[in-house]
């Protein structure tokens, strides 16, 4: 009677052992299954908009290399309308490259969240497989130690140990399997941080394209306000291009006189040191169209810069590139010199105080994502590139200053005789202005 009694406690042993693998596993395979099904559909998905994009993005190519060839030719009417017009095509194909972007994006939140819920259930699963796994390792425990009942239940040597080594696979197979549910947790842990990152890039691409459809607006009202002022008239546009450029060198002049009244930055030991990669580019593709200093364009145009050089370097962008901070700060102020003097200094601007000693310009802008008292990080995106202010063509101007050489101009500090209105602006010594390229990556 005890032997049939064991024998049949042994069997049961085997049953709970096998019973608890055989969930764990089949909870697997289900989950991968239904994974591999929503992910197909998924991938197709997002490949047919990723083609679409490609395709998009190289017609956004083509008009911007339009834009390039025709701020080359000479300054009339119908190129400056041409620019504006192929910026707006340029900019209603970005709109779409956004919206597809946005559409993957929600795709793959959608999955994520899939993910999270699917692995969530089976970490839940695993959870409960593994209590009662300890629950009956337990159970099993007190059998393996009680050696006297295992030679009871065993007809020979043979199966005593065959009925020993059940037990310690059994606790082995356990082992794994809580190896497999640390693994499962991590992995829960890397989707929840998946969809925090994808949020996250998602309302950047929301907040892109709201830009871009302004942009598409105010794009529109330039050019029917060039259209309105010069009545279509080559003659009348070129006039107001040549008072634009006069009033522009008058405005140089009258800066450079009032900069030369100030007390010239003397302090270099408060400066980086060169090449210490203090400042990154603001723009993400690098394409260099003016240096600073004395460049081929500066000496041959004297009249822009008054004949001091250029003040800083230029990036060759389309409008609506995203602009980034150099380096953690706080914003000095904003402004737009258009509003006092239309075309003839910086457009739309953007000041940065950094922490390392140096102050950073960003000019020409269409857009201002920032306001006068922000806390920056390095990297963070602060407006959008343009070609507001006296500009050949959609670029950024990039300043770098000494911090302790400049300042905005008060409201009512500087008032050019050019322009007959107070300018606020940034303004600094000359000896103030530093070499961009002394501070940014080689």
């Known amino acids: 009677m005890i032997l049939k009694i064991n024998n049949f406690k042994m069997v049961f ?176 842990k890397e989707n929840n941080d998946n969809y925090k990152s994808q949020t996250k890039t998602l309302e950047s691409l929301k907040d892109n394209l709201q830009d871009k459809k302004v942009l598409v607006v105010e794009n529109q009202n330039e050019k029917n306000q060039l259209l309105k002022v010069t009545k279509n008239q080559e003659s009348s546009y070129q006039a107001m291009l040549n008072s634009t450029k006069e009033k522009k060198a008058a405005l140089e002049q009258e800066i450079a006189d009032y900069e030369a009244k100030l007390k010239a930055f ?28 004395n460049t081929p364009f500066a000496t041959k145009n004297p009249q822009v810069y008054n004949g001091s050089g250029h003040n800083g370097i230029d990036f060759g962008v389309p409008v609506g590139t995203a602009i980034y901070s150099a380096s953690d700060g706080v914003i000095v102020d904003t402004g737009n010199t258009d509003a006092a003097c239309s075309g003839a200094s910086f457009g739309k601007w953007i000041l940065i105080k950094h922490n390392n000693g140096l102050t950073t310009l960003y000019a020409h802008l269409s857009s201002i994502g920032v306001s006068s008292g922000q806390s920056v990080s390095r990297g963070d995106k602060i407006g959008l590139s343009g070609n507001t202010g006296y500009s050949t063509g959609p670029h950024l101007h990039f300043t770098v200053y000494a911090s302790e050489a400049v300042h905005v101009s008060g409201p009512t500090e500087y008032r050019s005789k050019a322009c007959g209105t107070y300018m606020v602006l940034p303004l600094a010594s000359k000896s103030g202005y530093l070499n961009p390229l002394t501070y940014l990556p080689k």
């Open 266 to 293: 003397t302090n270099t030991s408060s400066l980086p040191q060169s090449g210490s990669e203090a400042l990154d580019y603001p723009v993400k593709k690098i394409v260099i169209t003016q240096y600073f200093g």
């Open 13 to 188: 042993v085997n049953k709970i052992i096998s019973g608890v693998l055989v969930t764990l596993i089949f909870s697997t395979f289900t989950f991968l299954n239904v994974y591999s099904q929503s992910e197909s559909d998924l991938k197709n998905q997002i490949q047919n908009n990723n083609d679409q994009i490609k395709k998009l993005e190289q017609e956004i190519a083509d008009y911007n290399d339009k834009i390039k060839s025709k701020q080359a030719d000479a300054k009339t009417l119908k190129s400056a309308i041409s620019i504006l017009e192929n910026s707006k095509a340029a900019l209603e194909k970005d709109i779409k490259v956004s919206n597809l972007k946005i559409e993957n994006m929600k795709q793959n939140i959608t999955q994520t969240e899939k993910e999270i819920n699917t692995t969530s259930q089976k970490l839940d699963k695993l959870r409960e497989g593994l209590g009662k796994s300890f629950r009956e390792m337990s159970y099993t425990s007190s059998l393996k130690n009680n050696f006297s009942f295992v030679l009871l239940g065993s007809n020979n040597l043979s199966d005593i140990f065959d009925r020993y080594n059940e037990v310690e696979n059994f606790k082995s197979n356990v082992s794994d399997n809580i190896t497999y549910f640390n693994q499962t947790r991590q992995i829960l």
